[in-house]
């Protein structure tokens, strides 16, 4: 059981590239979310999906699009790199079943280190 | 804006101390969270406490929970060089039930000395 699976760990892109990030997890979570961290914000909700088929916006959804046409893999994608997109990007997947379902419990990949020049 | 603050937002201490680091939230929850952070690593979930609990403990963790001031406290005992991370208290926004949405506080980031 591998988890929540991110790449890459590292990548550095010029503005105006355009770039991937993968998320999949082995889990079987209908619920997966992308969250960007950066100093002094704590975590920050980009995009996040209920299920196969089914995508939303979160709380700084601008710049970036998803899509999971698998219940595995939830890319992120940006379409036109800005510097101000240079932060630490997780994926995480909901676990909703035992004493805490329903409850928002997160399992979390390692991260995506991105810096945009 | 973001649902929880923290305090402090850095916290420096000796093994086998306690550490005590709290978070304020601003509106109704029906739940809450408690999440650490190894340095270049992702979150890990510690502990949950509901709306209706006043206190829970797991292991060396105790985690308080005050509805009617919007606040929680997590205290680690005694403890230990390992316990060097990033504390985020985590709430789920209203209406988000069952969606997996978090809102995430600033975090604490607590050293421990050996």
């Known amino acids: 059981n591998a988890g929540v699976t991110q790449t890459p760990k590292f990548q550095v892109l010029k503005t105006g590239q355009s770039m991937t990030l993968q998320c999949a997890q082995d889990m079987n979570h209908e619920y997966m979310s992308w969250y960007r961290q950066d100093p002094g914000m704590g975590l920050r909700l980009i995009h996040y999906s209920v299920g196969a088929g089914i995508t939303d916006q979160g709380e700084v959804p601008n710049g970036y699009n998803v899509s999971r046409s698998t219940t595995e893999d939830f890319p992120l994608r940006l379409l036109s790199a800005a510097p101000s997109q240079t932060s630490v990007y997780f994926c995480?997947?909901?676990?909703?079943?035992?004493?805490?379902?329903?409850?928002?419990?997160?399992?979390f990949g390692a991260g995506s280190r991105l810096t945009v020049l | 804006s973001q649902q929880g603050e923290e305090d402090p937002q850095a916290l420096s201490i000796q093994e086998g101390e306690n550490a005590t680091m709290n978070c304020s939230y601003k509106t109704s929850i029906n739940n809450l969270q408690w999440y650490r952070q190894n340095s270049g690593r992702g979150l890990v979930h510690l502990i949950l406490i509901r709306s209706n609990e006043r206190e829970k403990h797991s292991g060396r963790l105790r985690v308080t929970l005050d509805t009617s001031k919007k606040s929680s406290s997590l205290l680690i005992t005694a403890s230990r060089a390992a316990d060097t991370a990033s504390y985020f208290c985590a709430t789920v926004p209203p209406g988000s039930s069952n969606t997996g949405k978090l809102i995430f506080g600033q975090g604490t980031t607590l050293q421990v000395k050996p």
């Open positions: 995480a997947s909901r676990n909703g079943q035992g004493v805490n379902s329903g409850a928002n419990v997160l399992t």
